[in-house]
Nanobody, 116 residues
Framework: QVQLVGSGGGLVQPGGSLRLSCAASGFTFSNYAMSWYRQAPGNERELVVV????????KYADSVEGRFTISRDNAKNTVYLQMNSLKPEDTAVYYC?????????WGQGTLVTVSS
């Protein structure tokens, strides 16, 4: 079964950190570029960061540059998002995405809430 399972979300205070994980199964993970998106209440889904299949190139949204770090472990079929210095405006459901050509796979989303 092709799937992406996200985990690691939760409630954190401003300035805190979280690490999200997204585990892939049912497809050749190492072929796919991986991305994290997020969607805050009332907003459209936005791209947070992209990492290529080999981990060589990444692209961060301006709002997270310098605070978030994406990485991947192709041996574990997992992509990570380390989020530091979290702000209330980072509150959203975070989705992982796998893309290879025209093939696209979405995870179920994990909620991150930044609040005191």
């Amino acid at each position: 079964q092709v799937q992406l399972v996200g985990s690691g979300g939760g409630l954190v205070q401003p300035g805190g950190s979280l690490r999200l994980s997204c585990a892939a199964s049912g497809f050749t993970f190492s072929n796919y570029a991986m991305s994290w998106y997020r969607q805050a209440p009332g907003n459209e889904r936005e791209l947070v960061v992209v990492i290529t299949s080999t981990g060589g190139i990444t692209k961060y949204a301006d709002s997270v540059e310098g605070r978030f770090t994406i990485s991947r472990d192709n041996a574990k079929n997992t992509v990570y998002l380390q989020m530091n210095s979290l702000k209330p405006e980072d509150t959203a459901v975070y989705y992982c995405n796998a893309r290879w050509g025209s093939v696209e796979i979405w995870g179920q989303g994990t909620l991150v809430t930044v609040s005191s």
